[in-house]
C-alpha cells in the first residue's frame, strides 16, 4: 500500500519555505510554478519565494514577485516587505529598497523594527544614512 501526501496550499507553503530555510530559491521557484497550476496561491506562498529570493540574493526576483502579489490581488504582509527590502539591501540595491519601504508606507502593512533595521542597512551600505 503506498502513501501519498495531499498537494494542497499547506503542503506546498511548507516545502517552499523549508526550500527557502535551504537556501534553495531554485527550487522554491519550481515548487511555486507547480502550485500555481494546482492551487489557489496565497500570501505564505509568495512571501516564502521572495524570503527564498532574499537568501539566495535575487533581489530582482523579490521585487518581480512582489509586484505579481499586487496584480494577483494577493496582499502582501509585513514578511513579505521585509524580505523584499533585505533582498534589495543584500543586492546593494538601496534605491530599490527604499522603494519598496515608500510602497509598504503607502499600504496598511505595519512596519517593524526588522523594516527599519533592513532600510537602515541598505542605506549605510550605500553610505546614504542621513
Known amino acids: 500500500m503506498q502513501d501519498t501526501v495531499e498537494s494542497n ?3 506546498f507553503n511548507s516545502a517552499i519555505s523549508a526550500c527557502e530555510k535551504g537556501s534553495e530559491w531554485e527550487k522554491s ?4 510554478s507547480l502550485a500555481s497550476t494546482k492551487v489557489e ?5 509568495l512571501s516564502a519565494l521572495i524570503s527564498a529570493f532574499e537568501k539566495g540574493g535575487e533581489w530582482e526576483k523579490a521585487l518581480h514577485f512582489l509586484s505579481v502579489m499586487t496584480q494577483n490581488t494577493v496582499e502582501p504582509n509585513t514578511i513579505t516587505f521585509n524580505a523584499t527590502i533585505s533582498a534589495c539591501e543584500k543586492g546593494a540595491a538601496w534605491g530599490k ?3 519598496v519601504f515608500a510602497l509598504m508606507s503607502q499600504s496598511t502593512v505595519e512596519f517593524d ?3 527599519c533595521n533592513a532600510v537602515m542597512s541598505a542605506c549605510e551600505k550605500a553610505s546614504d544614512w542621513e
Open 41 to 45: 496561491i496565497d500570501t505564505i506562498t
Open 97 to 99: 529598497a527604499l522603494h
Open 9 to 11: 496550499i499547506f503542503t
Open 113 to 115: 523594527l526588522v523594516t
Open 29 to 32: 521557484l519550481q515548487l511555486y
